[in-house]
């Protein structure tokens, strides 16, 4: 009887334990250590943004200490933590990180604060015109770009000869490397996915075409977003993809690529650092160039990436919180992202930095293409936009280029009065 | 009236008394949500333009109903449910006959048949994601050289296997309840009545196991109609494979079209409510509670 009695008050015991537990760990789970000047930053997770914030803290000096958590690793998984929790206009967030194509939709919404005075001179000192158009709305500032990011064409110097310079000479050089028995694949990421649309609103951009108009309201659609539609297409049908293009995103073709069957991938820049670990003897030999061009007359323009840091609209601390985003996205700190994270800096003046030579040999290119860059349309409903198109655009061998045009005028269209049904 | 009867019926009440606040909090954690989303469903609401909010009647009914991705992925979800259903309950109701006669090791057959039901969802379909992906999957390149998730039929295909492999333990497990109810006696008459295995199976045990075969349906059913983490991690809705359940999660998450979305709620609701009026009504007189007659 004693034992029984000595075993439920242990029982008893652990329970209580466990319960003390749980709630300490909700407890701290919900409520980040608050002090007076505490922002909290809510971030993609990157490898060294901890190393940026402490400096920023240390430098600080009491004005504010910047928390970082991370958000989850994939774009709508961010973007959907973001959204529920300012649309229940929760405080708790003082700095976000804002994929370019959400700005617009989430100063639409009023959720995130406009960039005024010298907090916005200072954004825009020395950025680069095409990531401070993207995050601008309606003439105003409401990110500070943060890094940037283009695509650029990666290929094995060991079978092709010269860069192709143009889309139809990139398919044509793989065909002839083909039929040498040669890695001749072109990998490009061919999802319905965000990722999909990015090359294709590139190709549209180096055809010169539209999509949507400039106050972005109306569906284009013009013709040289059909001519992007044909290319897409005829790459897809040249037999010279990989088999499972319509299922790969920008991380499979870069395995993908490692693998040593493929010539040419079309990709961000993090593919040279991974491949540079995961397969030293490829990496050798695998250079870079300027994106193809849809038009021989005229360069490429490669839509840009990155990431804007916005305060919330709901942020109690709304002056700490510029400062500290001001402080994230400083030259120095940008040119320390660019080197161990292989971020491409959005001020200009980094790029000529001493250390980017050795660490970043493909800036050249980058900041050429960022000259003159592509940026995906501006509306608030740019997810839904970039929804509908993936859906017609996947896979690419289905597209039938005058069909799918008019398809995406009347579905583009429905998506920006947020009236149609999102595939 | 006497006084047991009195006794009875404040026991009853007391009864009514107790259970009331948790019959309440279920009315409001489950009615409430319901009630707002066909509030909503009525409405242009989108929450990137919040002043843009209006009532609108059955306009969003009228979009969603008249819309052709709406009845693919409607179509692609009766699909899967059908096709998905007729496979678990054959290999659940072999599966539940040989855990009911198996002789040795018993509860080691029943529970290694139930691993599968107990790996997370996600976590078996990235597995299978990767095990049909050419290179670094064993499993596309057993049929032909393409990329099985990249065409509709065999994505389909996939996505059937990965819910039946997951599900048809649940199933056998529900069965086998039922096979408990047919008793060996009843088995031992009609084998000396002459009957074979086959006739003994049809009309003895499936008839005496008609309540569990109704539950095990019915549930699979439901589920099976709802189906989307196995779809969104295998091909995230390409070559038309969404469910309406991914449609939905599309617009109303994704797409922050609460008008919209919350209309494919109710939708799809509503389909699930019809197929449980449907079950009860045809297997009728099976359903656990009813009496002879069918009744409710």
């Known amino acids: ?93 003082d700095v976000l990180g804002l994929d370019t194509t959400w700005t617009a939709e989430f100063a639409r919404a009023g959720w995130v604060r406009e960039w005024t005075g010298e907090d916005r001179q ?24 943060k890094n940037t990011n283009v695509q650029l064409l990666w290929y094995r110097s060991d079978v092709v000869r010269t860069p192709p310079r143009t889309w139809d000479d990139m398919i044509e050089q793989a065909r002839r490397l083909k039929a040498e028995g040669r890695p001749a694949t072109v990998l490009i990421p061919g999802a319905q996915f965000e990722g999909y649309v990015v090359q294709y609103n590139t190709l549209l951009a180096s055809a010169g075409g539209k999509l949507i108009s400039d106050d972005g309201t109306r569906a284009v659609v013009d013709e040289g977003a059909v001519r992007a539609l044909e290319q897409l297409k005829a790459l897809a049908d040249s037999g010279l993809t990989s088999p ?68 919330s609209a709901y942020s109690p601390r709304p002056a700490a919180s510029f400062d500290a985003a001001l402080c994230l996205r400083s030259a120095e700190n940008q040119r320390f992202s660019a080197v161990k994270d292989g971020l491409p800096p959005t001020i200009e003046s980094v790029y000529a930095a001493p250390e980017m030579a050795a660490e970043y040999p493909m800036r050249d290119t980058i900041l050429e293409e960022l000259r003159d860059p592509a940026i995906r349309p501006i509306t608030p409903a740019y997810q839904n936009v970039s929804t509908v198109l993936s859906k017609l655009l996947s896979p690419a061998s289905a597209i039938d280029p005058p069909r799918t045009a008019e398809r995406m005028r009347t579905e583009v269209q429905n998506a920006l009065d947020s009236q149609g049904v999102m595939p | ?26 009315v ?72 009911h006669r198996a ?33 670094t999957g064993y499993l596309a390149n057993l049929f032909s050289d393409g990329a099985p998730l990249t065409e509709r039929a065999s994505s389909l295909a996939i996505i ?56 095990a349906l019915l549930f699979r059913t439901l589920d099976a109609f709802r189906v989307f983490d196995n779809i969104v991690v295998l091909t ?46 045809l297997f009728g007189t099976a359903a656990p509670g009813a009496d002879d007659d069918g009744r409710r």
Request: aromatic residues 10%; contains cysteine; charged residues 20%.
């Open chain 1, 122 to 145: 200072q954004a825009e000192a020395g950025t680069l015109s095409g990531p401070l158009e993207s995050a601008r709305y309606g003439g105003k500032l409401f990110g500070a770009p």
């Open chain 2, 1 to 26: 009236m006497s006084a047991t009867d009195t006794a009875k019926r404040a026991e009853r009440r007391l009864g009514w008394a107790l259970c009331a606040p948790a019959a309440l909090v279920m």
């Open chain 2, 28 to 99: 409001a954690v489950t009615g409430w949500p319901i009630l707002y989303a066909v509030w909503l469903s009525f409405q242009r609401y989108d929450l990137k333009y919040p002043d843009q909010r209006e009532f609108v009647g059955l306009d969003n009914y009228l979009t969603v109903l008249g819309n052709q991705y709406w009845w693919t992925a409607f179509g692609a979800t009766v699909l899967i449910t059908v096709v998905q259903l007729v496979i678990e309950f054959v290999l659940g109701m072999a599966l539940a006959l040989i855990m």
């Open chain 1, 244 to 311: 499972s293009m319509s299922n790969a995103q920008e991380d499979d073709i870069r395995l993908e690529f490692q693998q040593g069957d493929a010539a040419f991938q079309l990709n961000w820049p993090f593919v040279y650092p991974s491949m540079q670990e995961d397969a030293p003897e490829i990496a050798r030999n695998v250079h870079w160039a300027r994106y193809p061009t849809s038009d021989p007359n005229r360069p490429s323009k490669v839509t840009i990436g990155g990431f804007n840091l916005a305060v």
């Open chain 1, 1 to 93: 009887m004693r034992v029984r009695e000595r075993d439920r008050a242990a029982v008893r015991r652990a329970v209580a334990l466990g319960l003390a537990v749980a709630a300490a760990a909700t407890v701290t789970a919900c409520a980040p250590p608050q002090s007076a000047n505490t922002v909290n930053l809510y971030y993609a997770p990157e490898e060294n943004l901890q190393t940026v914030v402490d400096k920023c803290n240390d430098e600080a000096q009491g004005k504010f200490k910047i928390v970082y958590h991370k958000l989850p690793r994939d774009a709508d998984g961010q973007r959907e933590q973001l959204v529920r929790r300012l649309a229940a206009q929760d405080d708790g967030m």
């Open chain 2, 103 to 135: 002789l040795i090791g018993r509860g080691l057959v029943r529970t290694v048949s139930l691993i599968p039901y107990g790996i997370v969802t996600v976590v078996a379909a990235f597995s299978w994601r990767y095990a049909w992906t050419p290179d």
């Open chain 2, 236 to 281: 995230e809705g390409a070559q038309d494979t969404s469910s309406v359940s991914v449609l939905a999660y599309n617009n109303l998450i994704k797409g922050l079209n609460l008008g919209i979305g919350s209309t494919m709620s109710v939708l799809i609701f509503l389909a699930v409510a019809l197929i449980a009026f449907l079950f009860v009504k």
């Open chain 2, 160 to 215: 059937i296997v990965a819910e039946v492999w997951k599900t048809t333990p649940f199933m056998a497990l529900l069965l086998m309840t039922g096979l408990a109810l047919v008793s060996e006696d009843l088995l031992e008459a009609a084998q000396i009545d002459g009957a074979s295995k086959w006739q003994r199976f049809t009309k003895v045990m499936l008839p005496v196991m008609k309540p569990a075969i109704l539950v």
